[in-house]
């Protein structure tokens, strides 16, 4: 968790706790130690631009010393008529339809790009409702067209079939959720035909046609897990993988901000670059990450995909 995200975690939970909550238990929320915590609050409260409406049970008191403020024990409180950080709740229709408008505001790029953070900052659909997820990171929202995507969010509910038109072609399919893939900015229906789970490009779904019939959702069954160890949208067999990445300018942080999301394992070789282990799916989308890295990155396992890379990059050599 970085330093914005855990200011997000104090205010909530300072927020969520109108009785106040101490300093030592906000620390304990966000894993941190006391000393973190105390220059997090400290940040929060000295804020010019932008001040954040705390008080503490130590403000009323006599004591003239700025540090009393910053105990463990010193309970932190939001004023209830000024909480001007508390997220709006909305609908992903409603997101959509906001994050649409941001780019016809004749405002400065960079204002725009702000508020699309705030807005999303308050968007988690992975923790939303378990049929819909986002993979990736946040990036704007593609608008949806239609009701297609309010009807099957409808089915998901009702926990009933339906019939899709897709690619011309009708299926009949359990849907089990709605993804939103942030780098090819696309939405997606994740559905059971039988027993095999597809994904379905929901702009290539034509129409849809909600059943009578009933099915039984999976207890076992998540957008996030299952979309875990795949790389992209794409399908095929699990892939252990080993990477050495070499610490060339900002190539380890890169590394680790590209997989923060994902269960890797990264360790630190003697020379000073990383050895980054995976089990993923999807051959082709991580291929052509790992050439993002040029010479920097050399695939150790498995042996045919080294003879990928080097097919992608004679075919490169081929334009030239």
């Given at each position: 968790m970085d330093s914005i995200e855990r200011m997000r975690k104090i205010m909530a939970l300072i927020e969520a706790h109108p009785e106040g909550i101490c300093g030592g238990a906000l620390a304990d929320g966000c894993g941190v130690p006391w000393g973190t915590m105390r220059q997090d609050l400290k940040v929060l409260v000295s804020s010019i631009e932008n001040p954040i409406p705390l008080?503490?049970?130590?403000?009323?008191?006599?004591s003239e010393e700025e540090e009393d403020l910053f105990?463990?024990?010193?309970?932190?409180f939001m004023a209830a008529t000024q909480k001007r950080y508390t997220p709006i709740h909305l609908t992903v229709r409603e997101?959509?339809?906001?994050?649409a408008t941001l780019d016809f505001l004749q405002e400065d790029n960079t204002l725009k790009e702000g508020l699309r953070r705030k807005i999303l900052s308050g968007f988690n659909l992975g923790e939303e409702e378990s049929y819909r997820?986002?993979?990736g990171e946040l990036k704007p929202l593609a608008p949806i067209q239609g009701e297609i995507f309010s009807i099957i969010e409808n089915a998901i509910r009702s926990n009933r079939r339906v019939t899709i038109l897709f690619n011309s072609r009708r299926i009949t399919v359990d849907p089990l959720g709605i993804v939103y893939y942030s780098r090819l900015r696309c939405w997606y229906l994740a559905a059971r035909q039988e027993n095999l789970i597809k994904t379905y490009h929901l702009n290539n779904v034509q129409e849809v046609h909600t059943s009578r019939e009933q099915f039984s959702y999976p207890d076992d069954f998540s957008l996030k897990g299952w979309f875990g160890p795949r790389?992209?949208?794409?399908y095929g067999e699990l892939t252990r993988v080993k990477v050495r990445f070499l610490n060339r300018s900002q190539t380890l942080a890169k590394v680790r901000k590209d997989v923060a999301h994902r269960s890797s394992e990264i360790s630190t070789l003697e020379d000073g670059s990383i050895l980054f282990q995976d089990d993923i799916i999807g051959v082709n989308e991580f291929i052509t990450w790992i050439l993002g890295f040029g010479s920097a990155a050399e695939i150790l396992e498995p042996l045919e995909f080294r003879d990928l890379i080097l097919k992608r990059i004679r075919e490169t050599l081929g334009n030239y």
């Open positions: 008080y503490t049970d130590c403000d009323e008191g006599n105990l463990p024990e010193v309970k932190w997101a959509v339809e906001v994050l997820y986002i993979k790389w992209g949208m794409e």
